[in-house]
């Protein structure tokens, strides 16, 4: 199921804070939209103001809702109606793409710290193919380097 997101953002105003306002609008607000369709919505609050996103399943609800007299009048008491108001399609604020994002992979493979040696230990490294090298502490033979798997190659270092 697809969702219509719209957001209402309203800023702090020079006499009243956009919180105070969502104090005496948010209710008549969230009350409109539900009996209009709304399926999902939140209130989000910033340091700058207040950000209220309504989800519709159809598209042609949007408009119904906002040619509402309790949504006009609402939005005409923002705390600065002429540079304080912000109404566009999809979520707002600061929250980022609708789809999640894929996880980055993870520079250097998790590899911790190397272990400081004594002088004349040999270390033997190991690499699989595209990545970070790692050291293997202590080691004189390759076979435990071969139990790792993907390794590439093995060779000691002094």
Not at 45 to 60: D, H, K, L
Not at 102 to 118: H, I, N, Y
Request: glycine share 12%; charged share 20%; proline share 7%.
């Amino acid at each position: 199921m697809e969702l219509h997101w719209w957001s209402i953002e309203v800023l702090d105003g020079p006499q009243q804070s956009a919180a105070r306002w969502q104090d005496s609008c948010g209710t008549a607000l969230v009350e409109a939209a539900v009996a209009h369709g709304a399926y999902e919505w939140s209130w989000v609050r910033q340091s700058w103001g207040v950000v209220f996103e309504i989800g519709f399943r159809a598209e042609g609800r949007w408009e119904s809702y906002r040619r509402l007299a309790v949504v006009g009048a609402a939005l005409d008491a923002v705390p600065d109606p002429v540079n304080g108001l912000l109404i566009y399609p999809g979520r707002g604020g600061s929250s980022g793409r609708v789809q999640p994002r894929r996880p980055r992979p993870v520079s250097g493979a998790g590899a911790v710290a190397v272990p400081v040696g004594e002088e004349g230990v040999s270390r033997r490294l190991w690499a699989r193919p595209g990545s970070l090298i790692t050291v293997c502490p202590g080691l004189s033979r390759c076979s435990p380097c071969a139990l790792v798997r993907g390794a590439a190659r093995c060779r000691e270092v002094k």
